[in-house]
């Protein structure tokens, strides 16, 4: 799933791709905002990302990854 993150005072946003729930990375979110704590999320390659829960802008949600057209490996 593609996730865009908006990050206040920052012209550029962050997107990722995760193989996070939508609910999950809601939750982080919506704990994060309420708490005033971290924003941790990981990518599918298993990097950690880390925002600040109080410079948070906005964060979208794109739909499941679809499959892949192409010449990649069956």
């Known amino acids: 799933m593609e996730i865009k993150i908006g990050v206040q005072n920052v012209s550029r946003e962050i997107v990722l791709e995760s193989e996070q729930s939508a609910d999950d990375v809601a939750a982080l979110v919506t704990e994060a905002l309420d708490k005033g704590t971290a924003l941790r999320l990981k990518d599918e390659k298993g990097r950690l990302l880390?925002?600040?829960?109080?410079?948070?802008?906005?964060?979208?949600?794109?739909?499941?990854k679809a499959r892949s057209v192409g010449f990649g490996a069956l």
């Open 50 to 64: 880390i925002v600040p829960g109080n410079a948070l802008g906005y964060v979208e949600l794109g739909g499941e």
